[in-house]
């Protein structure tokens, strides 16, 4: 492929500290990991492992086609059955990802001459929703609810959605859903919160935000989630009622173009589910041991399993990460665009199945690459 403004491009990108590799990961490695989004430690869970395999073993390696042609196995059913119970919706909804899901939600739910009501905190995959529903889009400050306000208030559009997620991702923050959802609900708009980062960590046993604050089951709400993170496998889910569910099933291009979850993720993560509901403790474990890394290195008490620490210069940041992992210590490197220029940072995941003396070694190690490029 002859362009030469890919070379230009990879060359400021490489300048400004913003060039990306995949990081491998090598198998039986001995690192200790918080960089991944496994919160509760189960995707390794010898019982997880063991759904996946007896997925395969009745489903095979592939869903095979679309979930309206040949992909929906029973698997599918069961796992979005149970998830709703334990989530308190009617009913669910399995996406191949996260990020489809969002989208999916999104672009059926509004369109050209609807209104989105999106805060600074929301995730890509809900920015990219918003854009490809070509809706109007209003973005207002993080957490700022008299703004979501003031904009549903002056709208002219019939139709309005307010987008955000309950925990914001880079840095563990808890958003004001209550109040997003008492203001949708007085402007007669709906409301979707994407609780991906808060299945596991946060509510009574870890049932999210949304349980938290008294939403579940709300009229009005759309909740999105994923296989991905607490649960250890992968997929997203869209949570409301029974008609939701049918609406996004006739209108969700991600779902019907898409070719279903594959068998293994869907029984890895209803194993994971039925793990978390016998031990409603895990997350006050997880919670606990972030609280005692985030004192240990000065970041703050976060809200969920987020510890975010502020390196600043995005090659500080990415000089840091190395250092950690030379050490033993796996940690995430945000830098712009997933956060704002001048806040690159590192992003470390607190796992529930990490011991005390695992979070005092990991404590000493950041804070010592912190030290290290501090002074470089």
Not at 79 to 86: C, V, W, Y
Not at 143 to 168: K, N, P, W
Not at 302 to 319: E, F, H, R, Y
Request: hydrophobic fraction near 45%; proline fraction near 4%; include cysteine.
């Amino acid at each position: 492929m002859s362009a030469p403004w890919l070379a230009d491009i990879a060359a400021r990108t490489l300048n400004a500290g913003l060039h990306r590799e995949p990081v491998v990961r090598q198998a039986g490695a001995t690192e200790i990991n918080l960089a991944s989004n496994d919160y509760l430690g189960l995707s390794s869970h010898p019982d997880v492992i063991a759904g996946a395999h007896a997925a395969l073993d009745r489903w095979g390696a592939g869903s095979t086609a679309s979930r309206l042609v040949a992909g929906t196995t029973q698997a599918h059913i069961d796992f979005e059955n149970d998830l709703a119970e334990f989530l308190g919706f009617e009913a669910a909804l399995a996406f191949s990802s996260g990020y489809l899901a969002n989208v999916g939600a999104i672009t059926a739910l509004v369109g050209r001459g609807d209104l989105i009501v999106s805060d600074t905190g929301a995730h890509a995959s809900l920015i990219d929703g918003c854009r490809l529903s070509r809706a109007r889009v209003e973005v207002v400050p993080r957490g700022d609810a008299d703004a979501v306000e003031r904009v549903l208030a002056a709208r002219s559009e019939e139709r309005a959605l307010v987008v955000t997620d309950s925990i914001y991702s880079i840095d563990g923050r808890i958003a004001p859903l209550r109040e997003y959802y008492d203001t949708a609900t007085r402007h007669g708009a709906i409301m979707l919160a994407d609780e991906a980062h808060a299945l596991g960590v946060r509510g009574p046993g870890g049932r999210g935000v949304a349980a938290e604050q008294g939403l579940s089951g709300a009229p009005g709400l759309v909740i999105t989630t994923v296989g991905s993170k607490s649960l250890g496998a992968q997929g997203g889910i869209v949570l409301g009622t029974h008609l939701l569910r049918e609406h996004l099933i006739d209108h969700a291009r991600t779902f019907i173009f898409d070719t279903g979850l594959n068998p293994a993720a869907v029984g890895a993560a209803h194993a994971a589910l039925r793990i978390l509901r016998g031990d409603p403790q895990m997350p006050d474990r997880l919670r606990a041991g972030v609280r005692r890394l985030a004192a240990a290195c000065g970041g703050g008490i976060p809200d969920a399993a987020v510890v975010s620490l502020i390196v600043g210069d995005p090659v500080a940041a990415v000089d840091a990460a190395a250092l950690c992992r030379e050490q033993g210590v796996f940690v995430g490197c945000f830098r712009p665009p997933s956060v704002p220029e001048g806040t690159s940072r590192l992003r470390l995941t607190v796992r529930a199945d990490l011991d005390d003396a695992d979070l005092d070694f990991v404590a000493s190690v950041v804070t010592g690459a912190l030290r290290r490029v501090e002074a470089a």
